[in-house]
Every structure is written in structure tokens, then in C-alpha cells.
């Protein structure tokens, strides 16, 4: 059974649509489905123009400030589909088994069943085909670009796998945590919900801290005196756990902390965190990260005084054992932009770096 959102729903309204989830801080406008099973994540923007409408399959998720708009046909995205933290998805449709990694975007296209987007990449007005892989920060614009796409690796499969099971349980878990304790447990800061991979934990956030509007802070999260957190930024410590960010952090808006199941993501103090950036666990940083707006950092270990320019997508490969195989040296300047997938790529960026000096 799917059900309908109503026209200019906003936080106060339910979390519970047949058997999926939806946080209260989703702002949802005009005509709305959503599938069972499904998990939408705080201050997602779920968007349709008149006469157009947003539709959600089952078994699908839209994490944390997530963006789907229909303002000139209808958006509409499958069964088991993953939308990561800061995806946008526009007039356009997306298949099944389709992951669309962090601040990705897709506008005017049609995604083949399977498709694989990382994080950064951006789609236009094309059709990609079935199981294809978009690589990191990569722009597809062209059909004939589209057309030329290699095929996704098996090995991804296991990671969509385990994002669509957590997800599922996160709208089982919130379900549970809305029921037993109401809406109150669904917004601010709050426990993260017991699963299977996390016990009940809520968040130390020090008096200090100055916390903005629409906030989401969830479980075993740790932030140091003397921070500031702005509107609509999530820490959720509900999967990877804990969060620790040290003091003096200036986390802008929209700003987004999670973590993989199993994982950690640890800063030092004095962070700073522009508009849109995702921070997202494994991920250890010491002291004086600067990221700039819609800046991405995944997979890394990062020493003192490191700048993450504007837009750069920092994704280390998987390390075994949730090991990071990727580590950033002190003092190191990533060039707005740049894209850092390897050790390859990171040395090409010091190489330059020491080239200016």
C-alpha cells in the first residue's frame, strides 16, 4: 500500500506511513508516495509542482538532506534504491537497486536498474543504462557518454546489500522509538534507535555548544565545548558509532556526520564545516580540518591543518578490515574540485602542492 503526503507538510505532521518512516523535519509540498519499507532521514526536501508528483518504491531510502523535486514531470525512484546523504534527483526517474552516492546529482534523466552513482558525479538530460558506474565527481552531460559507461563491479552489490538492510531496520527501529517514546525522540537531539548492530545511546553535547534549528543529533555523539552547529545538520551516531568532534567546531548549514555500520568518525578541535559538506565515517581527523562548502570526506585518515576545498570529494578505496588505506599529511591543500579516490590521486595533489612551495 503506498501512501499519499499531503501538500505542504512539515515538521509536527506523523513519521509513519504504512510500514515506512519518515522523520518529522522532512519538508514534503504537493503530491507525495511512499513505498513500504522505506526510510526518509531528517530535513529531506521532498518537492512536487502542480500537476507533478514524488514517488518513492519500497525498500527505498532518502538519507539526511536529501533533494527530490518534480517541477516539470513526475520524479520517481524505485524499489531498493539508496539515495546518500545530500543526493539530488530532479524530473527524473531512477530505477531499482540504484545507488546515487553523497551531494550527487541527477536532473532530467532516466537511471537503468542498477545504476551505480558516486558521490560528487552529476547526470543531465541523459539516459544511463542498466548497471552502469558513474565514477566519483564524474560529469555525464551526453548520451554518448552515457552510452560509453563501464559496468558496475560485482563488489558493489555487497555494499548496496548492506546500506538497503540498515536502512530497512532504521524504519523498523524509528517506528519502534516513535511509538514508544513520540515525536519528541525524532527530532533535537535524541537516542538513536536499539538495533542489531547498536545499542541504545544518547548524545553529550556540553551546555556550551550553540545548536541551531532543525538539528538532528543522534546517539553516541560526543562534541566538544564551545562548538556551533548550524540549521538542519545532522551528527547521527545510529549506525557507525561513536561520533566525537572536539571543541571549537564551526559546522555551517545542512552539514551531515554519519558513519558506516562498524565504523568510527573522529575530528579534533577547531573543525570547520561549510554549507552541505558530508562527513561520513571511517573517518579519522586531528586537529584544524577546514572543509568548504559541499566538500565530501569518506574513507580517510587526515592529519593537522588540512583544507578540503570547495566541492572536493575525498572517498578512500575500503581498506580490509574497515582499515584507511588512504591517509592526508599534515598541511595538505585539496584544490576546489579535486576529486581523490586513490593513493595515486592524492599523490598527483601533493605532488602539485610541493611543486608551488
Known sequence: MRQRGSAGRRAGDRAVY?????????????????????????????????GQRVEIGNRTNAQDNVTLKALRQETAVDNETSLAHHATVEDSEIGDFVFVGFNAQVRNS???NGAFVSHGARVES?????????????????QSEADAL???EEATEEFRREVLDVNEEFAEGYIELYEAEGEEALTGIGPN???????????????????????????????GENSY???????????????????????????????LKGTELRVGDRLTAGDDAVLHGPLEARN????????VVFRVRVGDDVTVGEGAIIAGPAGKNGGLELEIPDGTHIPDGTVITSQEELDAVLERQEQRQ
Not at 126 to 142: H, L, M, R, S, Y
Not at 288 to 295: A, P, Q, Y
Request: hydrophobic share 40%; proline share 6%; aromatic share 6%.
Open 18 to 50: 504504512g510500514t515506512s518512516f519518515v522523520n518529522p523535519l522532512v519538508e514534503m509540498f504537493g503530491e507525495v508516495y511512499i513505498g513500504e519499507g522505506s526510510f526518509v532521514a531528517g530535513n529531506t526536501v521532498l518537492r512536487a509542482g502542480e
Open 110 to 112: 532516466t537511471l537503468g
Open 126 to 142: 541523459v539516459t544511463i543504462p542498466e548497471n552502469a558506474f558513474i565514477k566519483a565527481g564524474q560529469v555525464v552531460d551526453e
Open 150 to 152: 563501464p559496468t558496475a
Open 193 to 223: 534507535p536499539e538495533t542489531s548492530f547498536n545499542s541504545r545511546e544518547v548524545p553529550e553535547v556540553p551546555d556550551s555548544v550553540t545548536v541551531g534549528r532543525f538539528v538532528r543529533i543522534v546517539g553516541d555523539v560526543r562534541i
Open 229 to 259: 552547529v548550524g540549521e538542519r545538520s545532522a551528527i547521527r551516531a545510529d549506525e557507525g558509532s561513536p561520533i566525537g568532534i572536539g571543541e571549537n567546531a564551526d559546522i555551517e548549514d545542512r552539514v551531515t556526520f554519519h558513519a
Open 288 to 295: 584544524d580540518l577546514r572543509v568548504e562548502d559541499r566538500g
